[in-house]
Nanobody
Framework: QAHLVESGGGVVQAGGSLRLSCAVT????????MGWFRQAPGRNFEFVSS????????YYSDYVKGRTVISRDDTENMLYLQLNNLKPEDTAVYYC???????????????????????WGQGTQVAVSS
């Protein structure tokens, strides 16, 4: 049974940085495309970033491009999201997802219930104060 656990969220001032982590167990991590998504109160669930199973392709939403780096460590079965120059509008619950059949590119259009093959974590809260 796949299990994804996010960590690293917290409260930070605008302009600060956070590194989110996603620990993955129960699946062959290096065969899965991985992504980060977020849900803020009153806003749609949205794509943040994704990385292909081999790490060769990375995608970012326009909201975070230039401020964010996604990475993976296949030796530790870990996914990371480095968030820099945080803004109050980055406040949200951040979720990681694993999907063997949806490409990293197509994760840009993925939602919580759009892929029957996706595994999701429970989320980690990020709050950015102005």
């Amino acid at each position: 049974q796949a299990h994804l656990v996010e960590s690293g969220g917290g409260v930070v001032q605008a302009g600060g940085s956070l590194r989110l982590s996603c620990a993955v167990t129960g699946l062959t991590f290096n065969t899965y495309n991985m992504g980060w998504f977020r849900q803020a109160p009153g806003r749609n669930f949205e794509f943040v970033s994704s990385i292909s199973w081999n790490g060769n392709r990375r995608y970012y939403s326009d909201y975070v491009k230039g401020r964010t780096v996604i990475s993976r460590d296949d030796t530790e079965n870990m996914l990371y999201l480095q968030l820099n120059n945080l803004k109050p509008e980055d406040t949200a619950v951040y979720y990681c997802a694993a999907d063997q059949w949806v490409t990293a590119e197509n994760m840009r259009g993925m939602t919580l219930d759009s892929s029957h093959s996706a595994y999701w974590g429970q989320g980690t809260q990020v709050a950015v104060s102005s």
